[in-house]
């Protein structure tokens, strides 16, 4: 099974700064099968990018996706107050799903 | 608007069973695979099982494989997730999630179940 790694743990940014999150997969991954989710407390997951680099409905285009092979990014371009949150990436394979463990973003 | 709503959580004694559900709206249920996700608190995101449209493919992750029985009723648009033999590793919120292009587009708020 593949194993979604995300670096780093916790990001301690400002406001209009810019987030850089990685996702790394144990092995090579088709990139339509590569999403985000953002998070916040109490709420349930938000699909924010799916097959790698396209944005879900409704997604600012501060938010964008990159990467193939084993290495997946996504980038806010300038953090708003409503990005600090948890964010995961998650591979499909065969109807499952697999998520990293998460990158915390909060307020320096 | 998409609308997802579980129910069905509580607190249950280790080796017992529990039924949750999830009632969906705002789309065309019988359109689309139907899954269910767990988090444990404070922990992250835990893929537990899914079901094809016509209930035609069904799978689970392993931690619940035998346990646990996902089905659905497209006529009342609605997901359920049957738990048994249920340990204190299975303490999660349980999430109802719409499968879109090999991803989750829609979630519920989540139906919390407390084993102890």
């Known amino acids: 099974d593949i194993v979604l790694t995300q670096s780093p743990a916790t990001l301690s940014l400002s406001p209009g700064e810019r987030a850089t999150l990685s996702c790394r997969a144990s092995?090579?991954?088709?990139?339509?099968?590569l999403a985000w989710y953002q998070q916040k407390p109490g709420q349930a997951p938000r699909l924010l990018i799916y097959?790698?680099?396209t944005r879900a409905t409704g997604i600012p285009n501060r938010f964008s996706g990159s990467g193939s092979g084993t290495d997946f990014t996504l980038t806010i371009s300038r953090l708003e107050p409503e990005d600090f949150a948890v964010y995961y990436c998650?591979?499909?394979?065969?109807?499952?799903?697999?998520f990293g463990p998460g990158t915390r973003v909060d307020i320096k | 608007e998409v609308q997802l709503v579980e129910s069905g959580g509580g607190l249950v004694q280790p080796g017992r069973s529990l039924t949750l559900s999830c009632a969906a709206s705002?789309?065309?249920?019988?359109?689309?695979?139907m899954h269910w996700v767990r988090q444990a608190p404070g922990k992250g995101l835990e893929w537990v099982a899914e079901?094809?449209?016509?209930?035609?493919?069904?799978d689970y992750a392993d931690s619940v494989k035998g346990r646990f029985t996902i089905s659905r009723d497209n006529a009342k648009s609605s997901l359920f997730l049957q738990m048994s033999s249920l340990t204190t590793e299975d303490t999660a919120l349980y999430f109802c999630?719409?499968?879109?292009?090999?991803?989750?587009?829609?979630w519920g708020q989540g139906t919390l179940v407390t084993v102890s």
């Open positions: 999630a719409k499968a879109g292009p090999y991803s989750l587009d829609s």
């Open positions: 705002g789309f065309t249920f019988d359109n689309h695979a």
């Open positions: 079901v094809s449209w016509n209930s035609g493919d069904i």
């Open positions: 092995q090579s991954v088709i990139t339509r099968y």
């Open positions: 097959g790698t680099s």
């Open positions: 998650q591979h499909y394979y065969l109807s499952r799903f697999t």
